[in-house]
């Protein structure tokens, strides 16, 4: 079954190149007739890994060409999952089947209600890679994708298909608790490297910051009933920092190229979950209106 890749940034330039190169059918989604010309004229997706690099001309189009998409990974930006898949529905087939690749909480329900008839299947990796140029991607750091869908034990048999590309995974009935671990951890690293125009590394200056937020993290994903994902989140988010410690992080890299952010997915959710749950966050509430003002004051959106 072929493979539609929607959102050509680094995972999903990745995931299609490492699936073509096992042979597999893939065909990149493209965001509009300009996209897919440069994509021609780049003759294909270049993937650099251990310093080598290989073309990979694999098929592309756009949303609305003609032919149904039973199988997509939706890897784009989470503010721009729903509409992105929603511009597919005509496309679809019946009981398709969608992987969410999005940071942080929200955009997958909504693409879920836009497209209830489609299967949507969560996924939260920590592969790392980044565009060096149009359509090409480095490899930076071998990595780890969950996917699953909630009290879904069983995994589908296409799972095959990434054991055959070399894609490390792992299906989990228990993937939201994955989601939430790593949105909290995005939430305790990524703000503050933005706010203290640092490389993660640099927040070992800021420990009692780290350490509070970690705590009031931790309460929050409580009372949100994903306890397993709040165990020894401090000393995790410790780690992360001194195992990346000479990267920037996504959002900093975001702001420093002057790109929309995924606020509204991370400490938005995180504080709207919590206003929900009527629990006081004050660190987090804090750490939102100073994200969002840093942002407003470089003409950047904060939602």
């Not at 149904?68 to 089947?97: G, H, T």
């Not at 690749?101 to 836009?114: E, H, I, K, W």
């Not at 699953?148 to 799972?159: E, K, S, T």
């Not at 608790?177 to 909290?184: N, Q, T, V």
Request: glycine share 8%; proline share 5%; with cysteine.
């Amino acid at each position: 079954m072929t493979w539609h890749v929607l959102g050509a940034g680094s995972l999903g330039s990745l995931w299609a190149a490492r699936l073509a190169r096992a042979g597999l059918p893939v065909r990149l989604i493209l965001r509009d007739p300009t996209r897919l010309a440069a994509y021609r004229a780049a003759g294909g997706l270049r993937l650099s890994e251990a310093g080598h690099t290989h073309l990979y001309p694999i098929p592309a189009e756009t949303a609305d060409s003609p032919g149904p998409v039973q199988r997509l990974l939706l890897a784009c930006k989470a503010y721009d999952a729903e509409e992105a898949a929603a511009s597919l529905a005509p496309r679809l087939s019946a009981n398709a089947e969608i992987i969410l690749l999005q940071n942080g909480l929200g955009s997958q329900d909504a693409v879920a209600t836009r497209l209830p008839r489609a299967r949507c299947i969560l996924a939260s990796s920590t592969e790392g890679a980044f565009r060096d140029a149009d359509f090409s991607v480095v490899f930076a750091g071998q990595g780890h994708t969950w996917l699953g869908r909630a009290g879904q034990d069983q995994a589908p048999a296409w799972l095959s298909d990434l054991q055959q590309a070399g894609i490390p995974h792992t299906w989990s009935a228990e993937i939201l608790g994955k989601l939430w671990r790593k949105l909290a951890l995005n939430c305790a690293i990524n703000p503050l490297t933005v706010l203290h125009d640092c490389r993660n590394g640099g927040l070992a200056d800021y420990p009692g910051e780290v350490a509070s937020l970690c705590m009031e993290l931790s309460t929050l994903l409580q009372q949100c009933q994903q306890a397993s994902a709040a165990e020894g989140l401090h000393e995790e988010v410790q780690r992360v920092i001194a195992a990346t410690a000479a990267n920037y992080s996504s959002m900093h890299q975001d702001v420093a190229q002057g790109r929309r952010t995924e606020i509204a997915y991370l400490l938005g959710y995180a504080c709207h979950a919590a206003a929900q749950r009527q629990l006081a966050v004050p660190l987090l509430q804090t750490l939102h209106q100073r994200l969002s003002a840093h942002l407003a004051a470089r003409g950047l959106p904060t939602t």
